[in-house]
């Protein structure tokens, strides 16, 4: 991945962190970005960016989040930016990311093992395994729960060995609003579901949808599943699947191909839509 030189592409990018983690999970990424020239901005959703020591003590801040309201947050970042960023989100950060270019935000995105976006019905086992102990209970919908270790190690960890799935738990899992999970869930059967994605938008910005081959909590059966639900819109709409990749494709080993390639293609597709990025003068 070459550095940024050319003054007509964007020269900001926005990274968005998914449920269970906040933006430190990006810190790979966002030094291997600003070291190439970029500015990059990785804040975690509302009421989850400060001490994560203290947010693991007491997440009653974050209970009830919901997704409008972290979308909310992000295109309040993005307006704030003199120009068209490209957006980049993981897991819940990734539909996060689909609905901002749906509402005429960023100059291209990438979702990375995104969670589903309404219209997906049939989600394989390992996704509902990772679920079913925060939907069995329908009290939850206004907690704020962490993963266990082992549950951490099966649903992002699973390319790791234990100890090396526990150290990645302990520097980045915190408890995650599991409202978002229940909206995620119940999306098909909510008609005004903030899930909801415009499959007909052809005036979008470029965006890129990347799946792990073996990944448990969006298997890329489902991300694939998303990409179709795109193909009648002629905004460039692709996919891309790492076969070798978990969820925790941010940091494993490997990491580096998953955000050179991310990067090269939001920067090349981004330049095919000049009227969102950068204008020379």
């Known amino acids: 991945m070459s550095m940024r030189t050319d003054p007509t592409t964007p020269d900001t990018i926005v990274l968005i962190n998914g449920l269970w983690m906040t933006a430190l999970s990006w810190e790979h990424w966002a030094k291997r970005y600003s070291d190439r020239g970029y500015r ?3 804040r975690s959703w509302p009421g989850m960016e400060g001490d994560i020591e203290e947010l693991r003590r007491d997440p009653s801040a ?3 989040l919901g997704l409008s309201e972290i979308v909310d947050h992000y295109e309040g970042i993005i307006q704030d930016l003199e120009q068209p960023p490209i957006i980049m989100g993981h897991s819940f950060g990734g539909l996060i990311t689909q609905i901002l270019l749906d509402r005429g935000l960023g100059a291209a995105g990438v979702a990375i093992d ?4 309404k219209g997906i019905f049939v989600l394989p086992f390992s996704t509902l395994k990772v679920s079913f102990p ?5 009290r939850n919908d206004q907690r704020a729960q962490a993963l266990t270790p082992e549950q951490f190690h099966y649903a992002f960890g699973n390319n790791l060995s234990e100890e090396e799935s526990r150290t990645v738990y302990e520097r980045y899992a915190v408890p995650g609003p599991d409202h978002v999970l229940f909206q995620g869930a119940l999306a098909n059967f909510n008609p005004h579901s903030p899930t909801t994605g415009d499959f007909h938008n052809d005036e979008r910005a470029p965006w890129l949808l990347s799946a792990g081959g073996t990944d448990h909590i969006v298997p890329g059966s489902v991300t694939e599943a998303n990409f179709k639900l795109y193909r009648k819109s002629k905004a460039i709409t692709d996919y891309k699947e790492f076969p070798e990749r978990s969820h925790y494709t941010l940091g494993e080993p490997g990491w580096e191909e998953v955000a050179d390639y991310a990067l090269t293609w939001a920067v090349e597709n981004a330049a095919a839509q000049p009227d ?3 204008q020379t003068t």
């Open 40 to 42: 990059v901005i990785a």
């Open 276 to 278: 969102r990025g950068l």
């Open 114 to 117: 995104p969670a589903p976006v």
């Open 62 to 64: 974050i209970a009830g």
């Open 134 to 138: 925060v939907l069995r209970n329908p």
